[in-house]
C-alpha cells in the first residue's frame, strides 16, 4: 500500500485566499484525522471521520476552517480565507477501527 | 481526563550509548500508549504501541518500551543511539474510546557523533 497521500506537499499563498488541502487514506481505513503542527502549539488534532462522517471537529479554529470526506478514500480540508497564522504543516492520518493512526507525509503551507 | 507529559524537551547522547525518552501519562481507565518519531520534513512514523499486553514492548530500529502502571509511565529506550536515531519523538495515550490521540509536547533527540 502507498500509505497516507497528501497533496499538495508544499503550498504557499497570499493572506486571503482560499487554501484546500488534500488527503488519500490507507485502503480500507474507516477513521481519516486533521491534524496541524505548529512549534507554539504542537500536534492538535482539528477533526476526524468515521465512514466518511465527521465526528469531532471540535479543534477545528474557526469557521474559515472546513473539511469534507465525500468517499472513503479522498478528504480535503479548506481555509477561506486564509491568514498569515495559518501557516503550519497539516497531517492527515487514517487508522482501521480505533488502532494505530497512519500518518502522512504533511502539506506545508505557508501563508504571506 | 486523559493527558501525556514527556518529561524532556531535549535529550542529547553520544553515538554507540543508551538512549531513554521519558513519559509519563494520567489515565482514569488503561490506555493504548504509542511512540511515533518524526524526522525533519517527514511525517509521523510508529515506532510501537502498547495495548494491554505484553508490558515490554519492542518497536522497530531497535527501540522498546515498557509500561509500568505503578509509576504510570511509559519510557523509550534503545541500548546503542545511532546518527539516524535524531529526530523528534511523540508519546501518545489514547482516548477511552481509542479512537482520538493525545500527543505529548515531544522530545527532540539529538545524537553526537
Known amino acids: 500500500d502507498a500509505g497516507v497521500i497528501q497533496s499538495p506537499r508544499h503550498e504557499v499563498t497570499e493572506m486571503g485566499q482560499e487554501v484546500t488541502l488534500r488527503c488519500k487514506p490507507i485502503s480500507g481505513h474507516d477513521y481519516l484525522f486533521w491534524y496541524r503542527q505548529t512549534m507554539m502549539r504542537g500536534l492538535e488534532l482539528l477533526i476526524y471521520f468515521n465512514n466518511n462522517v465527521p465526528i469531532d471537529d471540535s479543534g477545528m479554529p474557526e469557521d474559515r476552517f472546513s473539511a469534507k470526506m465525500p468517499n472513503a478514500s479522498f478528504s480535503t480540508l479548506k481555509i477561506q480565507p486564509s491568514e498569515p497564522r495559518d501557516s503550519a504543516v497539516y497531517f492527515c492520518?487514517?487508522?482501521?477501527?480505533?488502532?494505530?493512526?497512519?500518518f502522512g507525509p504533511g502539506t506545508r503551507l505557508t501563508v504571506l | 481526563a486523559q493527558s501525556v507529559t514527556q518529561l524532556d524537551s531535549h535529550v542529547s547522547v553520544s553515538e554507540g550509548t543508551p538512549v531513554l525518552l521519558r513519559c509519563n501519562y494520567s489515565?482514569?481507565?488503561?490506555?493504548?500508549l504509542f511512540w511515533y518519531v518524526q524526522h525533519p520534513n517527514k511525517g509521523l512514523q510508529l515506532l510501537l504501541k502498547y495495548t494491554s499486553a505484553a508490558t515490554l514492548v519492542k518497536g522497530i530500529n531497535g527501540f522498546e518500551a515498557e509500561f509500568k502502571k505503578s509509576e504510570t509511565s511509559f519510557h523509550l529506550t534503545k541500548p546503542s543511539a545511532h546518527m539516524s536515531d535524531a529526530a523528534e519523538y511523540f508519546c501518545v495515550v489514547t482516548s477511552v474510546t481509542g479512537n482520538q490521540f493525545y500527543f505529548g509536547t515531544g522530545t527532540s533527540l539529538t545524537v553526537i557523533p
Open positions: 489515565s482514569s481507565y488503561s490506555p493504548s
Open positions: 492520518a487514517s487508522s482501521l477501527f480505533t488502532d494505530t493512526q497512519y
